[in-house]
C-alpha cells in the first residue's frame, strides 16, 4: 500500500509538470535557433542576418524565449499547486506564485539580516529579488507546501466576525505563512550543501579523468537543485578550472585564447566544457525519447510524440535537456540516476580521447563552430562514442518502461489505483472459494492481457468478471 501511494504521488508530480515541460520544449527550439543566428560565424556567412532590423527580431526572439528558462522555479510551483489539488485549482495555482515570491522575500530577508556567513550561497536576481537561487527544488517545494495546504483548508470556516477571510481566501494567507517560515529556514539548510559542493569542486580538480567523471555526473544530478550552476561556476571562473597565463577558469581561458593559441593548448580546460555533453545530449536523449514513446498508451502517443519532438530538437539543436529531463526526472528516478551516470561517462571519454571542443553548449551549434570548422578538435570522436550511447539509453529506457508493465512485478490491488495490466477473464470455471485474484488466475482456461506504459499515466486494475454473482 505505501509502495502504491508513493507511486501515485510521483505519478501526479509528473503530470503536473507537463505544462512548464512543454513551454520548455517549445522555447528550447526556439533559443537554439536564434541563438545560432546571433554566433559571429555564422553572420559572418550569411551578412544580411547582421543588418539593424533583422538582428533585432532575431535578438527578441532569443530573449523572450530564453526568459522562460530562467522561471522554471516559478512555473513549477504554480503548476504543481495547480496539477496536484482537488477543487478550485484556480486558486491554488495563484496561492502557488504568491507563495513562491513570499518565499524569495524571506530568504532574501535572512541573507542580508548577519545572523551568519551566507557567502556560498549562489545569488541570483529572480523576479527582481536578489536571494539564493535554489533552482527547481525551490519551487516543487512551495508548490508541494501549497497543494497539501490548500486541500486541507480551501473549505475552512470562521466565525461570522472573520467569516469573509474563511475558504479560498484563507489559502493564500496561509501558504505566505507557511512559505515566509519556509524561506527563512532554506539559507541554513542550503548553505552547508553549497559548501559542500564547492569542496568537491576542489577534489575533483586534482583526481584527473576520475574527477572528470565525477564533475559530469553531478553536472546532471544536481540539475534539479539549480547547484549544478555552482559547479560549473567554480570551473568556469576560478582557479579551479585552470590557470593560463594569468587567467582563471577554463571558459574564460577559452573564449580568451582560442584564436591566439593551437588549439592542442587548450585541451586541459575544454574537458569541462560543452564537449562532454554531446554524446549524451546529441545521440542519447534522442533514443530515450524514443523509447519513452514507443513505451507509451496508445491513445497518449500523439501528445508524446508533439513533447518528445519539441525536447529531442531542443537537445540536439542547443543543447538544452530540461525539457526531456524533466519528463522522466520525477516519474522515473533510476532512469535520471542512470542519465547521471552516462553523463559522467560522456564527459570521461571526451577527456580521455583528447577532444577539444570548448564553449557550454553541448548540441549541434557548438559542435559544429567550435568542433568540426575548428582544425585538431578531433571532433568526429564525438560520433564513435555517440553511437553506442543511441542505444545503450535506448534499451535501458525501453528495458526499465517495459518491466514496469509486467504485472509480476505489481501487486494486483483491487479498487487501488495501480500500475499492472488490466486482465479480463474470457472464459474458464467458476473461481474458487476464496475470491481470491491469485486462486481466480489459477482456474482460468484463457486470458486477455492488456498492457499499457507508465511514461503518461495510470490505469486502474480491475478483477475479472464471470458475469455471475460469486
Avoid at 127 to 140: C, F, N
Wanted: charged share 10%; hydrophobic share 50%; aromatic share 14%.
Amino acid at each position: 500500500m505505501k509502495k502504491n501511494k508513493i507511486m501515485d504521488f510521483f505519478s501526479a508530480l509528473g503530470r503536473s509538470l507537463l505544462m512548464p515541460i512543454a513551454a520548455l520544449a517549445a522555447c528550447g527550439i526556439f533559443l537554439g535557433l536564434s541563438s545560432a543566428l546571433m554566433k559571429a560565424q555564422v553572420q559572418e556567412a550569411v551578412p544580411f542576418l547582421s543588418q539593424t532590423y533583422i538582428y533585432f527580431v532575431i535578438y527578441t526572439i532569443n530573449k523572450v524565449s530564453g526568459v522562460v528558462f530562467t522561471l522554471i522555479p516559478v512555473l513549477f510551483a504554480i503548476s504543481i499547486a495547480f496539477g496536484m489539488v482537488k477543487q478550485e485549482k484556480e486558486i491554488a495555482a495563484f496561492a502557488g506564485f504568491i507563495g513562491y515570491y513570499t518565499f524569495l522575500v524571506a530568504s532574501a530577508a535572512m541573507i542580508n539580516s548577519g545572523f551568519m556567513d551566507f557567502s556560498a550561497l549562489r545569488i541570483a536576481s529572480i523576479l527582481g529579488v536578489e536571494t539564493m537561487d535554489m533552482g527547481a527544488v525551490a519551487g516543487i517545494a512551495v508548490g508541494l507546501i501549497t497543494a497539501s495546504l490548500h486541500n486541507k483548508y480551501h473549505k475552512i470556516t470562521f466565525p461570522v466576525a472573520i467569516s469573509f477571510y474563511g475558504g479560498k481566501r484563507f489559502v493564500a494567507l496561509v501558504v505566505m505563512l507557511a512559505s515566509t517560515v519556509f524561506g527563512l529556514i532554506a539559507p541554513f539548510i542550503w548553505e552547508p550543501v553549497s559548501i559542500a559542493i564547492n569542496s568537491l569542486g576542489d577534489v575533483i580538480s586534482t583526481v584527473g579523468i576520475f574527477g572528470v567523471f565525477g564533475y559530469g555526473f553531478l553536472e546532471r544530478l544536481l540539475i534539479p537543485t539549480g547547484l549544478h550552476h555552482v559547479l560549473n561556476g567554480i570551473f568556469r571562473t576560478t582557479a579551479i578550472g585552470g590557470v593560463y597565463e594569468g587567467v582563471e577558469g577554463c571558459l574564460n581561458i577559452f573564449l580568451q585564447f582560442v584564436d591566439q593559441v593551437d588549439l592542442s593548448e587548450l585541451a586541459p580546460f575544454t574537458i569541462f566544457l560543452g564537449q562532454g555533453k554531446m554524446p549524451m545530449m546529441m545521440f542519447g536523449l534522442p533514443t530515450a525519447a524514443l523509447a519513452i514513446y514507443r513505451t507509451s498508451p496508445e491513445e497518449k502517443k500523439p501528445k508524446v510524440k508533439a513533447l518528445m519532438i519539441a525536447g529531442v530538437a531542443a537537445s540536439v539543436v542547443s543543447g538544452i535537456t530540461e525539457p526531456l529531463e524533466f519528463a522522466f526526472m520525477f516519474v522515473a528516478p533510476q532512469l535520471f540516476l542512470f542519465h547521471a551516470v552516462m553523463g559522467g561517462i560522456s564527459f570521461a571519454s571526451m577527456a580521455a580521447l583528447d577532444v577539444i571542443i570548448g564553449n557550454t553548449g553541448g548540441g549541434l551549434i557548438d559542435y559544429f563552430i567550435w568542433g568540426v570548422f575548428q582544425p585538431g578538435s578531433h571532433w568526429y570522436w564525438v560520433i564513435v562514442v555517440g553511437i553506442p550511447f543511441m542505444f545503450i539509453y535506448y534499451f535501458v529506457f525501453k528495458t526499465y518502461l517495459t518491466r514496469r508493465t509486467s504485472p509480476l512485478r505489481w501487486p494486483r490491488t483491487t479498487g487501488r489505483r495501480t500500475w499492472p495490466p488490466t486482465l479480463a477473464w474470457t472464459t474458464g470455471r467458476r473461481p474458487g472459494p476464496t475470491g481470491s485474484s491469485r486462486a481466480w488466475a489459477a482456474s482460468t482456461t484463457s486470458w486477455r492481457l492488456t498492457t499499457a506504459s507508465p511514461a503518461c499515466g495510470w490505469t486502474w486494475w480491475t478483477p475479472p468478471r464471470c458475469g455471475r454473482t460469486c
